[in-house]
C-alpha cells in the first residue's frame, strides 16, 4: 500500500481496494483513517490535503522535464507522469490555499537559493496558469492572475521572459501572458508587502540575473 497523502491528521496515508471501495490507511500503524473513509470532509479539504502533500513531498521534481513554456515539452508523457500533472493542475487550479502554498514555497526557495526547486516548480505553475480549460471562466482567470501578482509583483514580466512564455506561442499561453500584462498596466499597483516578501522579491530577481 503506497503512501498517497498527508491526512487531516498529518499521518503518512494510503488506499487500498476492497470489494470495489476505497480505504484509507494510517502507513504508520494500518489504521483506517476515520475522516478520509467518513466522508467527515468536503471535497476542498480533500484536494487540500492532497495538494499540500504533492508541493510538500518534493515529487513536482519528476514533473517539471515535462513541461516548458507553459506547455507539454514532448509529444509522449508516461500515463503516470500525465497523471501526476493533471492530479497537480487540478490541486492548483480548484483550491486557491494550494496556489497560495505554491507561491510561496517558490520565493521561499528562491530565498534559499535553491535554484533547481524554484524552477522546477515555477515551471509547473506557468503550465497550470497556461491550461485552456481553466480560461474559460473569465472573471475567475483574473482573479487568480491577480493572485499570483500579489506574490511576484512586477518581477512577474522577467520571469515570463526567463520561461520562455510569451504572446507569440499558441492560444492558451498567450491569453495568459497578454492578461498579466493587461494586468500590470491597467489595474495592478504596487501594494505595500512586509519584510519578507521584499526579500523574496528581490531574491528571485537576483535568481532571474543569474540565469542570463
Avoid at 73 to 79: E, I, K, R, T
Avoid at 148 to 171: H, M, N, V
Wanted: glycine residues 6%; contains cysteine; proline residues 3%.
Amino acid at each position: 500500500m503506497e503512501s498517497l497523502l498527508k491526512c487531516p491528521h498529518g499521518l503518512a496515508t494510503g488506499c487500498e481496494q476492497r470489494q470495489g471501495l476505497k480505504i484509507y490507511r494510517h502507513l504508520q500503524d494500518g489504521a483506517a483513517c476515520a475522516l478520509l473513509n467518513g466522508l467527515q470532509l468536503t471535497p476542498e479539504e480533500i484536494l487540500l490535503a492532497m495538494g499540500q502533500t504533492l508541493v510538500s513531498s518534493g515529487s513536482c521534481a519528476a514533473l517539471a522535464p515535462y513541461v516548458r513554456c507553459g506547455e507539454l515539452a514532448a509529444s509522449y508523457v508516461p500515463p503516470q507522469v500525465s497523471t501526476a500533472l493533471n492530479e497537480f493542475i487540478l490541486f492548483f487550479h480548484e483550491c486557491s490555499e494550494v496556489r497560495q502554498l505554491v507561491y510561496q514555497t517558490v520565493l521561499t526557495a528562491a530565498t534559499g537559493g535553491d535554484v533547481k526547486a524554484f524552477e522546477e516548480l515555477l515551471e509547473l505553475t506557468l503550465f497550470a496558469l497556461c491550461y485552456a480549460r481553466y480560461q474559460e471562466d473569465a472573471r475567475t482567470y483574473k482573479k487568480k492572475i491577480r493572485e499570483l501578482l500579489a506574490y511576484f509583483g512586477t518581477e512577474l514580466p522577467d520571469i515570463l521572459t526567463a520561461f520562455k512564455i510569451d504572446s507569440s506561442r499558441q492560444t492558451a499561453v498567450s491569453s495568459f501572458y497578454e492578461e498579466v500584462c493587461f494586468q500590470l498596466k491597467y489595474e495592478y499597483w504596487d501594494r505595500e508587502t512586509g519584510t519578507d516578501r521584499q526579500k523574496q522579491r528581490l531574491a528571485v530577481k537576483r535568481l532571474l540575473e543569474s540565469r542570463k
